[in-house]
């Protein structure tokens, strides 16, 4: 089982950019991928997940309306497309494998489990500059 994220760079206040996250060894099918950050300083933070077999998308809260996940199970790779970003933006960004399928809190917010994240791809770094 591996997962390669990919994409990372400088991007300006306001851009856009897009992460990749290729998974071999499983199927973007019967597992659900979700991709996380981690700034200098900061904690873990759960950015946003897609389910399985529905496809179904979860969020951050610090994220949605700027972010969207998507996923080509052909490709076994799932996106993660990131606009209007931000300095507070900057993180080194992971993809992992979530068996729970993306568990989520009352307010439709993604709400990942550490021991539920059993595969990690290595971080790409995205800094954004103002």
């Known amino acids: 089982v591996q997962l390669q994220a990919s994409g990372g760079g400088l991007v300006q206040f306001g851009g856009s950019l897009t992460l990749s996250c290729a998974a071999s060894g499983f199927s973007s099918n019967t597992y659900a991928i979700g991709w996380f950050r981690q700034a200098p300083g900061k904690e873990r933070e759960g950015v946003s997940c897609?389910?399985?077999?529905?496809?179904?998308?979860y969020y951050g809260e610090s994220v949605k309306g700027r972010f969207t996940i998507s996923k080509d199970n052909a490709k076994n790779t799932v996106y993660l497309q990131m606009n209007s970003l931000k300095p507070e933006d900057t993180a080194v960004y992971y993809c992992?494998?979530?068996?729970?399928?993306?568990?989520?809190?009352?307010?439709?917010?993604?709400?990942?489990?550490?021991?539920?994240?059993?595969?990690w791809g290595q971080g790409t770094q995205a800094p954004i500059t103002s």
């Open positions: 992992a494998r979530d068996i729970w399928n993306c568990p989520y809190d009352y307010s439709g917010n993604y709400y990942y489990t550490s021991a539920a994240l059993d595969a």
């Open positions: 897609i389910t399985s077999n529905e496809g179904n998308t």
